[in-house]
């Protein structure tokens, strides 16, 4: 049985090539990542339209850097301007505002405006998280296969990055820094020889993925599991990595609460970011099973078993005592009208079933590679190959894999990790391929195995099915960027759009959900509505103005003191609520009906919106 047990498990030509890979692995590293920043850069910057990204999270992530560096406090999280009267408490961490701010303070050394300053940092950003996953896998693809295995790895890396718009220059939200993180939280995890620094530096990403945003916790959480798992199989001689492990994770989740959390929010629960609710869960379980490597009378595998269940037992205690409503999914609190005409028409909230009927030819990129990573660390399982490792990456890949059904936003993960596996395979079938070249079954095994393990091979079996393979072989529809200038302009998201509004006097806009970050950006005006769950209050708001009647509809306008209402007839949402209501104010006003109490203004030049200023 093909198992990782300490170092004094390897073979000893195998020692002795472990002592010259890492020397080989930053100079490839480094090649990899010039060759793909390169490309990505060759092939994006001279079409792109804009310096930040096209996502609204892009957008308010600038937004709130831009508060930060005009003086907003380090704990004071509140978008002042989105909402009603108040503002909204966001629940972004401070740790991804904080490089950015860093680089355009930086940057405005040596340029003559903040627009360069910023441009500069948001092309530098996105790419140096790209480069640290890159890195990671590549650590992780050597300690799983040697050498041929890192550069396999890297380059399904690069694959993965240069498919995806989350590396982009521009696209600043906090998802590449998670993926990242997650990818060198496994690479430390897979260290064969179990030594406590990889395991400490697990401990420390762990619980910066959980600082980060709440998405990776199931992820995170089964990672602890394993580590506690192998401790309770190994006993003695995997003590040090896992109290080296659960120290980093206890130590290190402390410190990013009380770097994050203001004093007055100590006892606040919330379960959508760091808050006492996760903080006392990773804190609990990681001294816990500190304490329990530390007691040297556990050398009995019954003992160990007994003192994972009191683990367990004490984290649970803590979850139902402290934060009972973060056992349940945190958007089950959200308004039903909010998740009719909001939530189930947002692609990555979407489920698996759901985007099997809307989009069946996205649906392979999403879903497949992650079902073939898992078979194959099934498979190695049964084999008695490597099992451990595959053991491993069968609970990270597979729990997100079944989080990606529930909601189409984890398959991101779970392509990223289905890297480690795949690539292995990937190896040991070149390798037997190589052994046996009139073997035509090998070879075709090999060239199979490495087609599947690529989402955007399947994106484009997908494309061709769908759409034929003129369109499918158009890089802009593999890179998900088929959506015309003309598509984005009529959805009231320019800078035309934004700049529209900037010349009113600063007052509360109503406008489309998606068109709130863009007005954010470009002007001084609060917007009631953004697409962000903790701004309920602001988005109901919005949806009732557009439903109701127009002598209903001026309550809302004028109980939310709105002074300028932004009218999109191209958003998805808006048509939407004209279907519902046709009677509603924005199907009057598309026809092009006027009530007394909104005043038309002049159109703007390039701007899709009809804007109206609401009468004293």
Same mark, same amino acid.
Request: hydrophobic share 50%.
């Given at each position: 049985?093909?198992?990782?047990?300490?170092? /004094?498990?390897?073979?000893?030509?195998?020692?002795?090539?472990?002592?010259?890979?890492?020397?080989?692995?930053?100079?490839?590293?480094?090649?990899?990542?010039?060759?793909?920043?390169?490309?990505?850069?060759?092939?994006?910057?001279?079409?792109?339209?804009?310096?930040?990204?096209?996502?609204?999270?892009?957008?308010?992530?600038?937004? @709130?850097?831009?508060?930060?560096?005009?003086?907003?406090?380090?704990?004071?999280?509140?978008?002042?301007?989105?909402?009603?009267?108040?503002?909204?408490?966001?629940?972004?961490?401070?740790?991804?505002?904080?490089?950015?701010?860093?680089?355009?303070?930086?940057?405005?050394?040596?340029?003559? /405006?903040?627009?360069?300053?910023?441009?500069?940092?948001?092309?530098?950003?996105?790419?140096?998280?790209?480069?640290?996953?890159?890195?990671?896998?590549?650590?992780?693809?050597?300690?799983?296969?040697?050498?041929?295995?890192?550069?396999?790895?890297?380059?399904?890396?690069?694959?993965?990055?240069?498919?995806?718009?989350?590396?982009?220059?521009?696209?600043?939200?906090?998802?590449?820094?998670? =993926?990242?993180?997650?990818?060198?939280?496994?690479?430390?995890?897979?260290?064969?020889?179990?030594?406590?620094?990889?395991?400490?530096?697990?401990?420390?990403?762990?619980?910066?993925?959980?600082?980060?945003?709440?998405?990776?916790?199931?992820?995170?959480?089964?990672?602890?599991?394993?580590?506690?798992?192998?401790?309770?199989? &190994?006993?003695?001689?995997?003590?040090?990595?896992?109290?080296?492990?659960?120290?980093?994770?206890?130590?290190?989740?402390?410190?990013?609460?009380?770097?994050?959390?203001?004093?007055?929010?100590?006892?606040?629960?919330?379960?959508?970011?760091? /808050?006492?609710?996760?903080?006392?869960?990773?804190?609990?379980?990681?001294?816990?099973?500190?304490?329990?490597?530390?007691?040297?009378?556990?050398?009995?595998?019954?003992?160990?078993?007994?003192?994972?269940?009191?683990?367990?037992?004490?984290?649970?205690?803590?979850?139902?005592?402290?934060?009972?409503?973060?056992?349940?999914?945190?958007?089950?609190?959200?308004?039903?009208?909010?998740?009719?005409?909001?939530?189930?028409?947002?692609?990555?909230?979407?489920?698996?079933?759901?985007?099997?009927?809307?989009?069946?030819?996205?649906?392979?990129?999403?879903?497949?590679?992650?079902?073939?990573?898992?078979?194959?660390?099934?498979?190695?399982?049964?084999?008695?190959?490597?099992?451990?490792?595959?053991?491993?990456?069968?609970?990270? $890949?597979?729990?997100?894999?079944?989080?990606?059904?529930?909601? $189409?936003?984890?398959?991101?993960?779970?392509?990223?990790?289905?890297?480690?596996?795949?690539?292995?395979?990937?190896?040991?079938?070149?390798? &037997?391929?190589?052994?046996?070249?009139?073997?035509?079954?090998?070879?075709?095994?090999?060239?199979?195995?490495?087609?599947?393990?690529?989402?955007?091979?399947?994106?484009?079996?997908?494309?061709?099915?769908?759409?034929?393979?003129?369109?499918?072989?158009?890089?802009?529809?593999?890179?998900? @960027?088929?959506?015309?200038?003309?598509?984005?302009?009529?959805?009231?998201?320019?800078?035309?759009?934004?700049?529209?509004?900037?010349?009113?006097?600063?007052?509360?806009?109503?406008?489309?959900?998606?068109?709130?970050?863009?007005?954010?950006?470009?002007?001084?005006?609060?917007?009631?509505?953004?697409?962000?769950?903790?701004?309920?209050?602001?988005?109901?708001?919005?949806?009732?103005?557009?439903?109701?009647?127009?002598?209903?509809?001026?309550?809302?306008? %004028?109980?939310?003191?709105?002074? $300028?209402? !932004?009218?999109?007839?191209?958003?998805? @949402?808006?048509?939407?609520?004209? %279907?519902?209501?046709? @009677?509603?104010?924005?199907?009057? =006003?598309?026809?092009?009906?006027?009530?007394?109490?909104?005043?038309?203004?002049? !159109?703007?030049?390039?701007? &899709?919106?009809?804007?109206?200023?609401?009468?004293?």
């Amino acid at each position: 049985m093909t198992i990782w047990t300490s170092e /004094s498990g390897l073979h000893g030509d195998e020692r002795q090539r472990s002592k010259g890979m890492f020397s080989r692995l930053l100079p490839s590293v480094l090649v990899y990542a010039v060759v793909l920043i390169g490309l990505i850069l060759f092939f994006h910057l001279p079409t792109a339209s804009d310096y930040v990204g096209g996502d609204n999270d892009d957008v308010v992530r600038l937004v @709130q850097v831009r508060d930060l560096l005009n003086g907003q406090g380090w704990f004071d999280l509140h978008q002042y301007r989105l909402g009603l009267e108040g503002g909204t408490l966001m629940h972004w961490s401070r740790f991804v505002d904080l490089p950015i701010a860093a680089l355009i303070r930086f940057f405005s050394l040596f340029t003559g /405006s903040s627009v360069e300053a910023e441009t500069l940092a948001l092309i530098v950003w996105p790419l140096s998280t790209a480069a640290v996953l890159l890195a990671a896998a590549g650590l992780a693809g050597r300690r799983l296969g040697g050498i041929p295995a890192m550069h396999i790895s890297l380059g399904l890396a690069c694959l993965y990055i240069f498919t995806m718009k989350r590396f982009y220059p521009g696209n600043i939200d906090h998802h590449n820094v998670q =993926l990242a993180t997650l990818m060198v939280m496994t690479a430390m995890l897979l260290d064969r020889r179990w030594s406590g620094s990889s395991h400490l530096c697990a401990g420390i990403a762990a619980a910066f993925a959980i600082a980060i945003g709440a998405e990776t916790v199931p992820v995170v959480a089964v990672g602890c599991m394993v580590v506690t798992l192998q401790w309770c199989w &190994h006993g003695k001689e995997f003590a040090p990595a896992a109290r080296s492990f659960g120290l980093a994770f206890a130590l290190s989740i402390s410190a990013f609460f009380f770097a994050t959390v203001p004093p007055s929010a100590y006892g606040a629960v919330t379960c959508d970011n760091l /808050s006492l609710g996760f903080y006392s869960l990773s804190a609990v379980g990681g001294a816990g099973l500190f304490l329990a490597g530390r007691l040297t009378g556990l050398v009995t595998f019954r003992q160990r078993i007994l003192a994972v269940a009191l683990i367990g037992a004490a984290v649970l205690a803590t979850g139902l005592l402290i934060a009972p409503q973060c056992l349940g999914n945190p958007l089950a609190n959200l308004d039903p009208m909010l998740v009719e005409l909001w939530l189930d028409n947002t692609t990555e909230a979407q489920s698996a079933r759901t985007l099997l009927a809307t989009s069946p030819d996205t649906f392979g990129a999403f879903y497949l590679v992650g079902l073939f990573a898992v078979a194959v660390c099934v498979f190695r399982i049964i084999q008695k190959d490597r099992a451990e490792a595959h053991l491993l990456l069968l609970a990270l $890949v597979g729990t997100a894999w079944l989080i990606s059904l529930v909601q $189409v936003r984890g398959a991101a993960i779970t392509n990223a990790l289905t890297i480690l596996p795949l690539s292995l395979l990937i190896s040991d079938l070149k390798r &037997h391929s190589n052994a046996e070249p009139e073997n035509m079954n090998a070879g075709l095994a090999y060239i199979l195995a490495a087609l599947f393990s690529v989402p955007v091979v399947w994106a484009l079996f997908g494309a061709v099915a769908t759409n034929g393979i003129r369109d499918a072989l158009s890089l802009k529809t593999l890179l998900g @960027q088929d959506k015309s200038v003309a598509e984005e302009e009529a959805d009231c998201r320019s800078s035309a759009d934004g700049l529209a509004l900037a010349g009113y006097p600063t007052g509360v806009v109503a406008a489309p959900s998606d068109s709130g970050a863009t007005i954010l950006r470009y002007t001084p005006h609060r917007v009631l509505s953004a697409p962000y769950h903790r701004n309920q209050a602001g988005m109901l708001t919005e949806l009732h103005i557009g439903l109701s009647k127009p002598s209903e509809a001026e309550a809302f306008l %004028k109980g939310a003191k709105v002074t $300028v209402l !932004a009218f999109c007839a191209g958003d998805p @949402q808006t048509r939407n609520l004209m %279907k519902v209501n046709p @009677q509603g104010l924005y199907a009057q =006003l598309a026809k092009g009906n006027v009530p007394d109490f909104l005043q038309p203004q002049p !159109a703007k030049e390039g701007s &899709h919106f009809r804007i109206y200023t609401v009468r004293p």
